[in-house]
């Protein structure tokens, strides 16, 4: 048999094969798109609940709503301490970010770039925040600053929430640097510049949307905290989170649902960012801002 009729025979069982395999795809096809409309409606049906109850006019929810009103929004706005706790977790949030950004990149670059002798145990100390439940966490950290004598209030807040966060930066800059196009270093040193200089005018520009997209997570991560955070924080330092949570326990009122909203449109704006960042590399520009 020469050569050519052997990838005839060769393409006619793969046409055969494609073609049994069209057969069965409708019924599955149609069983996995049951399943997904399924999973979706189930996770994004509270959302649209909770959107929806938050224009309910009266202070009783009832479903269907007598009609729609902006009360509770404007009852948000007037509400002080609402206020000061979406302030403070914004104000937390940010500044989590940042020194997460700033202390967990460095690490991302050691855990790359160096081998050292227990260089798994510590990538897995790293992550342990993601793993240990938060509860564990807070109550660790609660008896360590306790016994080193640092006050409760906002130290307790960023060191506690720089500690859940950093993992999301070190996965997000370590998964880039994985393909990083060591090229570029080797050339900027060839060329005369340090080490320094190469960090900062070719390593960092080219592994920043990754460090972007980490802080973005850490942000999030930050902003919802709750269960961590009730332990470390003080009256005068009440997240946003929390601030829900006592307003469910003493009167539930559709300006907890607005204040929802408000959380769920920061969540979604954080993902659509992070979303723009990864369509942007896939286009080509994965090592550039």
């Given at each position: 048999?020469?050569?050519a ?12 094969a ?5 057969l069965s795809?409708?019924v599955?096809?149609r ?9 979706y409606g ?5 959302i649209?609940?909770?959107?929806i109850?938050s224009?309910?006019p009266e202070?009783y ?6 009609s ?6 404007e009852e948000?706005?007037q509400d002080?301490?609402?206020?000061r ?11 989590t970010a ?5 202390i ?7 855990l ?8 798994r145990?510590?990538?897995t ?8 439940p938060?509860i564990?966490?807070g109550?660790?950290?609660?008896i ?9 209030g906002?130290?307790?807040l ?6 859940l966060?950093?993992p999301?930066i070190?996965?997000?800059v370590?998964s ?10 080797e ?7 340090n ?6 005018e ?11 997209a980490g802080?973005?997570?850490?942000f999030?991560v930050?902003?919802?905290e ?9 009256p005068?330092t009440y ?16 300006e907890v ?6 959380m769920?449109?920061?969540?979604f ?5 992070v ?13 550039g801002?």
């Amino acid at each position: 048999m020469g050569h050519a009729s052997k990838v005839s025979l060769l393409t006619n069982r793969t046409a055969a094969a494609q073609g049994r395999s069209r057969l069965s795809l409708p019924v599955s096809g149609r069983f996995l798109q049951g399943v997904t409309i399924f999973v979706y409606g189930f996770l994004y049906l509270p959302i649209v609940i909770v959107v929806i109850m938050s224009f309910h006019p009266e202070v009783y929810l009832t479903f269907p709503l007598p009609s729609y009103s902006l009360r509770w929004y404007e009852e948000l706005l007037q509400d002080e301490l609402m206020i000061r706790a979406t302030l403070t977790s914004l104000w937390i949030g940010g500044l989590t970010a940042l020194l997460s950004a700033v202390i967990g990149t460095p690490c991302a670059l050691g855990l790359v770039r160096l081998d050292f002798p227990g260089k798994r145990l510590v990538n897995t100390f790293m992550l342990a925040p993601m793993i240990i439940p938060q509860i564990i966490t807070g109550i660790s950290l609660l008896i360590l600053l306790n016994a080193i004598q640092i006050p409760r209030g906002y130290p307790y807040l960023i060191i506690g929430h720089v500690l859940l966060t950093l993992p999301y930066i070190v996965v997000t800059v370590s998964s880039q640097l994985y393909g990083f196009p060591r090229e570029l270093e080797e050339a900027a040193l060839s060329l005369g510049a340090n080490e320094l200089q190469v960090f900062f005018e070719v390593t960092l520009p080219l592994i920043a949307p990754s460090i972007f997209a980490g802080m973005l997570f850490a942000f999030t991560v930050s902003f919802q905290e709750f269960v961590a955070t009730q332990m470390w924080a003080t009256p005068s330092t009440y997240t946003l989170p929390i601030r829900i949570f006592a307003r469910i326990r003493d009167a539930l009122t559709p300006e907890v649902n607005v204040v929802g909203v408000l959380m769920i449109a920061v969540s979604f704006a954080v993902v659509a960012i992070v979303q723009i960042i990864f369509h942007r590399g896939k286009r080509g520009n994965v090592y550039g801002v």
